[in-house]
């Protein structure tokens, strides 16, 4: 079973279009985040919920909508694409008790045209 | 705020040689470090962290690294390299609920 999994991993579309990115995770964690990892490979923290309750934000477009119908899903919509929402996006989740470790997705590569 | 670094793009090691990939961190408090590797076309996995307690922390797939509190580092490291070690390597650092990461080091190793 994937501990945390993500649809679709492959996604191409027009500027101006809306999309979606689903995220799941069966290990029980109460925390989940999104991430945009760039061409360079830089990973940039964009959202996190802890137990459906949004807990960290980092000034992302809010053409970026995360949402969190309960703890073990997290999914993510964009509105009004840009070329440069073109990246990796990955989702993560970790136990809040924890120290810290993060499990990831394997990601959902956008293209935008 | 909490941050690290990675001041190497790529390391190039040949095979059965040692590997160390460096990270400095920046860190109000006690740091909570992590490294994780990512593949091509995979999710980040998770490698080993350091919390506290022993400054050697022992991980996945045979690497450690040594946390040196004077040098504010946390390098990776492995005694002998092989081919399938070839990947991005990345450091992090907890700040509250965010993990930080570097930038990445690309490590090749040659066969």
């Known amino acids: 079973d994937t501990a945390v999994s993500q649809t679709p991993k492959y996604l191409v579309t027009q500027m101006g279009n809306d999309k979606s990115i689903k995220c799941e995770q069966n290990?029980?964690?109460?925390?989940m985040y999104w991430y945009k990892q760039d061409s360079k490979k830089f990973l940039k923290i964009m959202f996190s919920?802890?137990?459906?309750?949004?807990?960290i934000n980092e000034t992302v477009p809010n053409r970026f909508s995360p949402k969190s119908p309960d703890k073990a899903h997290l999914n993510l919509h964009i509105n009004s694409l840009e070329l440069g929402d073109s990246a990796v996006y990955f989702c993560?989740?970790?136990?809040?008790?924890?120290?810290?470790?993060?499990?990831f997705g394997e990601g959902s590569r956008l293209t935008v045209l | 705020a909490q941050s690290v670094a990675q001041p190497e793009d790529q390391v190039n090691v040949a095979e059965g040689n040692p590997l160390t990939v460096k990270c400095t961190y920046s860190?109000?408090?006690?740091?909570?470090l992590f490294w994780y590797v990512q593949y091509p076309n995979r999710g980040l996995q998770f490698l080993l962290k350091?919390?506290?307690?022993?400054?050697l922390v022992k991980g996945s797939y045979g690497f450690e690294a040594e946390f040196n509190k004077s040098q504010t580092s946390f390098h990776l490291k492995k005694p002998s390299a092989l081919v399938s070690d070839s990947a991005l390597y990345f450091c992090?650092?907890?700040?509250?609920?965010?993990?930080?990461f570097g930038k990445g080091t690309r490590l090749h190793i040659l066969p």
């Open positions: 993560a989740s970790r136990s809040r008790g924890n120290t810290g470790e993060l499990f």
């Open positions: 290990l029980g964690h109460d925390t």
């Open positions: 919920y802890n137990n459906k309750e949004l807990i």
């Open positions: 860190v109000s408090g006690n740091p909570y």
């Open positions: 350091y919390i506290t307690g022993d400054n």
């Open positions: 992090a650092v907890r700040d509250d609920d965010k993990i930080i």
